[in-house]
């Protein structure tokens, strides 16, 4: 069974950079394809990035050339780096598997506000 707890976000200018961290327990976690998910403001949750095991990645078009997604299996941890901030980009960020009919448990995610 694998636990999720995301931390990292906060409040940045357009323009500026954040590192959001996902944190996985569990003996599995390091064979399962992961991603990044976030919910806007009135908006339906969405996937922006994915990693496989084996460290193939993939970016919705809203982020590409603006996120990297990373993972670390020794660690148990999955990274999104985030740079160039819009505005539309003020979202609740979740990490989860991806490329599976069924999830996992949701965590609490971490807010990302990008303001002036």
């Known amino acids: 069974q694998v636990q999720l707890v995301e931390s990292g976000g906060g409040l940045v200018q357009p323009g500026g950079s954040l590192t959001l961290s996902c944190a996985g327990s569990?003996?599995?976690?390091?064979?399962?394809?992961m991603g990044w998910y976030r919910q806007g403001p009135g908006k339906q949750r969405e996937l922006v990035a994915t990693?496989?095991?084996?460290?193939?990645?993939n970016y919705a078009d809203s982020v590409k050339g603006r996120f990297t997604i990373s993972r670390d299996n020794a660690k148990n941890m999955v990274y999104l780096q985030m740079s160039s901030l819009k505005p539309e980009d003020t979202a609740v960020y979740y990490c989860?598997?991806?490329?599976?009919?069924?999830?996992?448990?949701w965590g609490q995610g971490t807010q990302v506000t990008v303001s002036s």
């Open positions: 569990g003996t599995i976690f390091s064979i399962l394809d």
């Open positions: 990693i496989t095991s084996g460290g193939s990645t």
């Open positions: 989860n598997r991806v490329y599976a009919r069924q999830l996992l448990y």
